[in-house]
């Protein structure tokens, strides 16, 4: 009984941990550029020759679909969508490099560039700033260029250039922010072949759909183990029950 109750769980487990990231899949279709999550599991066999038979599955490192999501034309100037394996560059808190999809730019109080926070790399390893209130316009190379606050269309002026890496997906992994970096922290050179969609974003390349129906199956699977381990238990009492009356 205590194998298959053991087996159940693990199950159980299995469905459970399914679901919060097919549930954290869904709660990021609106986030630029997220790639969604493939929960991923092995199966470890218990040593010892008389248990050889005896299998048991565990969650491990989930991994990410590479779809690309579609491109959004949001006219806005300060948004730009990174093809292929390109990938922009961005300081975390601790002073590395992350690496983004996200294409949402903003400027903050201080005229820093920043994306969800985190500062902008620009291709001389240094964080990007301008004046704040310029108007900006980023091509396809990623180079910025600026019109201070009341200057004329005439006095546009080159402020940096956005880093841009190359990488493939299966290089890079998710910290505990949730921001990409590569593995073993080595830092990704900037590559001038990467091209921008200057004016439009990557969307999320999660489907609705899709995960609405893998967080039901996963939810419904998860209560048939939790079931089958209540049949195991209810079974184990009444066969002790009928060890004791014989």
């Known amino acids: 009984m205590d194998k298959a109750i053991y087996t159940a769980m693990n ?17 990021n279709i609106s ?6 999550h493939i929960p991923s599991s092995k199966y470890i066999t ?8 005896r299998v048991f599955p565990t969650a491990t490192t989930s991994t990410h679909n590479k779809n690309p999501g579609n491109v959004n034309y949001s006219g806005n100037n300060l948004d730009v969508a990174i093809l292929g394996e390109g990938w922009l560059a961005i300081q975390l808190e601790d ?29 001389e390893n240094g964080a990007l700033e301008v004046t704040p209130g310029s108007d900006l316009t980023i091509s396809s190379d990623g180079t910025i260029s600026a019109i201070g606050p009341g200057e004329s269309s005439k006095s546009i002026t080159s402020v940096g250039k956005l880093k841009l890496a190359k990488s493939d997906l299966n290089d890079l992994e998710l ?3 949730g921001i990409f970096i590569s593995k073993n922290n080595k830092i990704l050179q900037s590559d001038e ?11 999320s390349n999660v489907s609705a759909v899709d995960s609405i129906i893998k967080i039901i ?4 699977n998860f209560e048939m183990q939790m079931k089958l381990i209540s049949n195991i238990s209810e079974n184990s009492k009444i066969s002790n029950q009928i060890l004791t009356i014989n």
């Open 46 to 53: 218990v040593r010892g020759d008389s248990f050889i038979t």
């Open 217 to 220: 199956d996963d939810s419904r």
């Open 95 to 123: 002073g590395s490099e992350g690496y983004t999809k996200n294409g949402h730019i903003k400027i903050n109080e201080e005229g820093k560039l920043t994306i969800k926070n985190f500062p902008v790399i620009g291709s």
């Open 175 to 177: 910290n505990e922010n």
């Open 31 to 36: 986030t630029s550029g997220f790639k969604f």
């Open 11 to 27: 199950a159980a487990i299995s469905y459970a941990d399914r679901h919060s990231i097919n549930a954290n899949n869904l709660s």
């Open 193 to 203: 072949s990467i091209r921008l969609i200057p004016n439009a974003f990557e969307e």
